[in-house]
């Protein structure tokens, strides 16, 4: 398989270019994953587009959608990256394992946000109406529903990037959880 280098701002277009300057000035670096989307002309606007837009979750609650989805799909850089993302955002290393699994003991409503998210990842969209009801128990809106499933499309699709592209990660390597839970 070609090997997939992480370009330089001197190597992308010059919409891009200006894109890695503000992730500079926002996040104090371009992470290699968003780099690779610049291979594209337009890929890397339109992720971040997505992954920026208005949603009903708050930042907590949509590392809970990317912590699930990324396990179910094995993606090492997405897990990594938002096992970061997650103790930014106050969650603790057993909780964001938690997370990872499709659960959280810690808050019920959490819980049902992980598990309807792992079950849409794992069913490809086939969501068990088990799963649906529980979440919609739990206090959550067809809206969120509806953002839900958008955030797990957004995650799929990094996920699929970097599992296809295999880029280094650049942030701590995050554990397989298969090694945490034995």
Request: glycine residues 6%; negative net charge.
């Amino acid at each position: 398989m070609s090997k997939f280098n992480v370009p330089k701002r001197e190597e992308v277009s010059i919409a891009n270019q200006a894109i890695f300057d503000n992730l500079e000035k926002t996040v104090g670096f371009v992470p290699n994953l968003y780099a690779t989307y610049a291979h594209s002309e337009n890929a890397l606007g339109n992720y971040l587009a997505l992954s920026g837009a208005k949603t009903s979750l708050s930042a907590k609650e949509k590392e809970v959608v990317n912590l699930a989805v990324s396990q179910v799909n094995n993606c090492t850089y997405c897990l990594s990256a938002h096992t970061a993302i997650g103790k930014m955002n106050g969650f603790n290393d057993a909780q964001i394992l938690e997370l990872r699994a499709g659960k959280a003991s810690f808050d019920n409503k959490l819980d049902a946000l992980a598990a309807l998210s792992k079950n849409i990842t794992e069913n490809r969209g086939a969501t068990s109406g088990t799963v649906v009801e529980k979440f919609f128990s739990a206090g959550w809106t067809k809206e969120n529903l509806i953002d839900t499933i958008v955030l797990v499309g957004d995650k799929t699709i990094s996920n699929y990037l970097h599992k296809t592209t295999n880029v280094p990660v650049d942030f701590p390597v995050a554990e397989p959880l298969e090694t945490i839970e034995a």
